[in-house]
């Protein structure tokens, strides 16, 4: 099963003990996002192709890499994922972006899908970022988008994801990707990941108002 999870990693460790704190500033836990997602990118970057090409530097000697072979696209859930997905970029500089806006309904747990803005992702790896994997109905809507378009392949890079939810998405799909720093055991009654960190949006911007 194509999933890793890097709860044992001291690293992610770090960055996930410091997302969970409620003393973390909006500032800070939006740049430990950004961290994480530079963090599970670089280990997506490891298992890519690679193709090996040589340079002729300014001393005129000449040197030999082994340098990225695929045509990628990320994509990302608006608005916690954005600092997530800020990291992977950092990884993946030259790929194009896309987002798809969602919010959730707190009646049903159920997500709406109101804005989709994507590259062209044909055959395309498409690296799908989002800061929270609760009951898994936002990222399977999300990948359900993204398949339209007809990938090559999807590639998931997630912060926290509750055991529910990933199991969700295995049965979905059981060929996707998942990169997770963290899977957390329990999902309480408001759909929250216990213990999780609260609402990821909400830390990283503020808590938004809500439409009558």
Do not use: W
């Not at 001393?59 to 990302?76: F, R």
């Not at 590639?155 to 720093?181: E, F, H, N």
Request: charged content about 25%.
């Amino acid at each position: 099963m194509p999933i890793k999870v890097f709860s044992s990693s001291t690293f992610s460790n770090q960055l996930v003990y410091r997302l969970r704190d409620p003393q973390t500033s909006p500032k800070e836990f939006r740049e430990t996002l950004v961290e994480l997602g530079q963090f599970l990118a670089g280990n997506i970057l490891e298992e890519l192709p690679l193709v090996k090409k040589e340079i002729i530097t300014l001393t005129g000697a000449k040197a030999s890499h082994e340098i990225l072979d695929e045509d990628l696209a990320l994509v990302t859930i608006l608005r916690a994922g954005l600092p997530l997905n800020e990291g992977v970029m950092k990884v993946f500089p030259h790929a194009e972006v896309g987002f798809i806006g969602m919010s959730r309904v707190e009646k049903t747990l159920t997500a709406k899908t109101e804005y989709i803005a994507l590259p062209e992702l044909q055959d395309k790896i498409v690296i799908l970022s989002d800061t929270m994997l609760a009951t898994g109905g936002s990222m399977i809507e999300a990948i359900e988008i993204v398949k339209r378009y007809h990938p090559k392949k999807i590639v998931l890079v997630i912060g926290i994801a509750s055991q529910k939810g990933m199991d969700r998405i295995v049965k979905y799909d059981p060929l996707i990707t998942i990169k997770c720093a963290m899977i957390d055991p329990l999902l309480n009654d408001q759909g929250y990941i216990v213990p999780g960190l609260g609402d990821a949006g909400n830390r990283c911007y503020g808590v938004k108002i809500q439409d009558e």
